[in-house]
């Protein structure tokens, strides 16, 4: 993807809830992916769950799922059960063989 | 899943000395490598894209001759930092991806540089 959106800077949610990260992409190829990631205070990147465009199913990964709708250019993630662990920054990020673009990242805040 | 290893993992240096940080894809064949660029509280920049044996391709904006890119073998590419000022401290991340498969980057753990 050209440019990646979150327009969300932090966000905090109940242990145990649900809560929906937002992104909005936009980009001039027909052949992407799009991905979630997390990163921890160790600063490694470890992917959450990734969309291929072409695919119309939304991508689940056990807790974690997508909502992507191809025409309004929008990937959300949404975390169920949400838990300690979940704590980190979210990047949602685009792109294929050339490199990723990442959006500002979303700092989520998980409340006991 | 597939490692990425990044070397050393921290770094301080005086200004206007040149340091190499390496990435090495420890259990599979990086066709192409990618270095990429953090300042605190921000999110990652694509700085370069590398693939063995031939020239790195910068993103626009990024310095060719300061940061010096080298992807001699299928398992290592170099990052190298040459005359290095305060403001080229930052966490430098790197990635790679087998083949074709661009539908997952695999992360080193990154390096971190503090230039004095």
């Known amino acids: 993807a050209q440019t990646v959106t979150q327009s969300q800077p932090e966000m905090s949610v109940q242990e145990a809830e649900t809560v929906t990260l937002s992104c909005t992409y936009d980009t001039s190829e027909s052949d992407y992916y799009l991905f979630w990631y997390k990163q921890p205070p160790s600063r490694q990147m470890i992917l959450v769950i990734r969309?291929?465009?072409?695919?119309?199913q939304n991508a689940t990964e056990n807790r974690f799922s997508v909502n992507f709708q191809k025409a309004a250019k929008s990937f959300s993630l949404k975390i169920s059960d949400s838990q300690l662990g979940d704590a980190a920054m979210y990047f949602c990020?685009?792109?294929?063989?050339?490199?990723?673009?990442f959006g500002k990242g979303t700092h989520l805040i998980i409340q006991p | 899943g597939a490692v990425v290893s990044q070397h050393p993992s921290w770094v301080i240096c005086k200004s206007g000395t040149s340091v190499k940080i390496e990435c090495r894809s420890l259990d599979f064949q990086a066709t192409t490598m990618f270095w990429y660029r953090q300042f605190p509280k921000q999110s990652l920049m694509l700085m370069a894209t590398?693939?063995?044996?031939?020239?790195?391709?910068?993103e626009q904006g990024v310095e060719k001759d300061k940061f010096l890119i080298n992807h001699a073998s299928l398992t290592l590419s170099t990052l190298t930092v040459t005359s290095a000022h305060p403001e080229d401290s930052s966490f430098y991340i790197c990635s790679a991806i087998s083949g074709s498969a661009y539908n997952e980057q695999f992360f080193g753990p990154g390096t971190r540089l503090t230039v004095l």
């Open positions: 590398s693939n063995e044996g031939s020239k790195a391709t910068y």
């Open positions: 969309q291929e465009a072409y695919k119309q």
């Open positions: 990020a685009g792109g294929g063989a050339d490199g990723l673009t």
